[in-house]
DNA sequence: ACCTGAACACCGTTCAAGT
DNA sequence: ACCTGAACACCGTTCAAGT
């Protein structure tokens, strides 16, 4: 067992995230974690003040893989701002709908206070910080109208938060967006309209 | 002992709501409504196939109350179609803000598949349905673009609730909109210039 | 310093039994 | 027809004890 050198932290995180995966956010539990990583259901407390912690670290690492793929994405979009920006949109809907219940860790009220936990915080602000420099770039280019950015990149968060949530929830049954392909089409026309 | 008579299912959706507004989604459990129906954990199972049941119930009642909600705000808002459909945007939200664990197990995972649930799925359309409604009577006055009612509907419902659920899940600190009324005000402006 | 074993107070759910 | 009592398999969490 390479878990009493100390790296059990990361194999707890590692069960975490794959029981998520596997069973959804109500199999992600602290002793199912340690039963992954073959420990007592009282190691994890070593290592995590509670299961809100655990929770915290899931989150976090939620929000460094979205904003690693947002990165990519735009990337892959060239230098033109108004596509990356496009592209940052549909990068980030299709996160949350690739990996709805990483998603909803990372927004659910598991977590009551987020500000408590530093990590957690940094990485969910840059995944906003880069979202709201696609749109500063655009700002920049002169392609959408001046005005406060602040506002602009919160409308933006919104509305691809919302459209991720409600498709993941399932409330656009009936809308002609509840099918993967159908809804991204959407996505992308309502986004790139609301610059 | 009137739950003898009948209305067993009203007392535990009764109780349900109490324990969701006094300790949030955590706090509501089935055997914490039977405690306060004063009946045994098992007496619910008469009532209930099983807790997703119970929280449909009260997903239910939420929906219903926002619809209640928004139909009184628009009324008060007279007759000019622009401001009937910025009050509906803003009666919204407010109502997420006011009762955010309730907003929460209204979109929230425990009920996986919503629209098992037919009273759920009616509640949960009529007020998406009065949404869409109030944007087609300014489509209809000519005070917005023509176009498919059913992409701006869906636009203005992502943002509303993107809007709610980022302020809920305290997101929003840093961008200006952390407190109850500078958000509320945040939300007016971006609502106002989206339809 | 880090982990185990055993315990506590909770869950959701089932099922025989009572009235 | 509706509810109780007791049980089962789970939780999160604590704490003395082991190495």
Chains 1, 2 share one sequence.
Do not use: N
């Not at 009551?112 to 700002?139: E, F, G, H, M």
């Amino acid at each position: 067992m390479a878990y009493h050198h100390g790296d059990l932290r990361r194999a707890l995180l590692q069960g975490a995230l794959e029981l998520l995966g596997e069973g959804g956010p109500s199999a992600l539990t602290l002793r199912g974690a340690a039963r992954r990583a073959g420990v007592s259901p009282a190691a994890p407390y070593r290592h995590f003040t509670d299961k809100r912690e655990l929770l915290a670290a899931v989150a976090e690492e939620g929000f460094l893989a979205l904003d690693r793929h947002a990165e990519e994405e735009i990337e892959r979009a060239g230098a033109d701002p108004v596509q990356r920006f496009r592209c940052h949109g549909l990068a980030y809907v299709r996160f949350a709908i690739d990996h709805p219940a990483h998603y909803r860790v990372m927004f659910g009220p598991e977590i009551p206070d987020k500000r408590l936990y530093a990590a957690l915080d940094a990485a969910s602000r840059a995944a906003y910080d880069r979202l709201r420099d696609s749109l500063r770039a655009c700002q920049q280019a002169g392609v959408i109208p001046e005005g406060d950015i602040e506002i602009r990149a919160v409308r933006a968060w919104a509305l691809v938060h919302g459209l991720a949530s409600l498709f993941i929830d399932g409330q656009l049954a009936g809308t002609g967006a509840s099918e993967r392909e159908e809804f991204l089409k959407m996505v992308d026309t309502i986004f790139s309209a609301s610059s």
